[in-house]
């Protein structure tokens, strides 16, 4: 193999596992540590990979930096899928629901196409396809238009507009990142304000963020942690981020990985 196909196949192991080992690729790839930690060099000197004691990580994003829908749809996908299968008990027969763009509430999707009477309104290409291929017959699917982002959301003023008319029973926020200053935040400034015109158009807003969200923050703000009635998250989720969330949120709901709410739910 190539020098440039190894660290191409390198790379592509860094950004879905979140690292790798020196020793381990050296024994897969069947070639010297040596030779290993100067493709960690050379893609270290790219900025393409953050190198660490005995192997490399991914580069800590900026907080305008939005990876592709695909990209993100690989990670945490066990703890996503649990999610997903807990809030879709929030769902109801003949509700006007909205989900917004993010890979979490794709997976929602796919658990929502057998109810009935369902109406969907989305600024997401795939939750929209999603719903359009598989849903049922009797359910309404509202895509909004505008322009598309690298994560497939459809943001902008066309978005804005199209979702400021219409009022929702529920709301599925899926986010970029959490923290308690920032509150619930994405990186980028139009998806920002198209998800701002969902959260006031619902009557309830549903936070759908696996564990790795907690400490991230994008540019722009959505909206504080106090505007979400409910969180649901993993079981991952750090003590210190429970605890704050805790206090902040109207309810925490934590899963397993296999979709069982557990832990302590709590109600302000």
Known sequence: ML???????????VRTAGGVRVTELAAEFGVSDMTIRRDLDALHDRGLLAKVHGGATVTDPGSTDEPGFH??????????AAIATRAAELVRPGAAVALSAGTTTAELA???????????VTNSLPVAEILHT???????????????TPSDALVGPLA???IRSLHLDLL?????????????TTPNLMEAE????LVEAADRLVVLADHTKWGTVGISSIVGLGAADVLVSDDRLA??????????????VIVTGTGRATGRETTR
């Not at 196409?113 to 969907?120: N, S």
């Open 134 to 148: 598989a849903g049922r017959p009797d359910q309404t699917v509202v895509l909004t238009g505008g322009v598309r």
């Open 3 to 13: 020098a440039r196909q190894r660290q191409a196949t390198i790379l592509d192991r």
């Open 172 to 184: 599925f926020l899926g986010v970029h990142g959490i923290t308690e200053r920032a509150g619930f």
């Open 71 to 80: 990209a993100k749809s690989v990670r945490q996908s066990a703890e996503k």
């Open 110 to 120: 796919r658990r929502l196409v057998d109810v009935p009477g369902l109406t969907v």
């Open 160 to 162: 804005v507009e199209a």
């Open 239 to 252: 003590p210190e981020a429970r605890r704050v969330i805790d206090e902040k949120v109207g309810e925490l």
């Open 194 to 197: 198209t998800d701002r015109a």
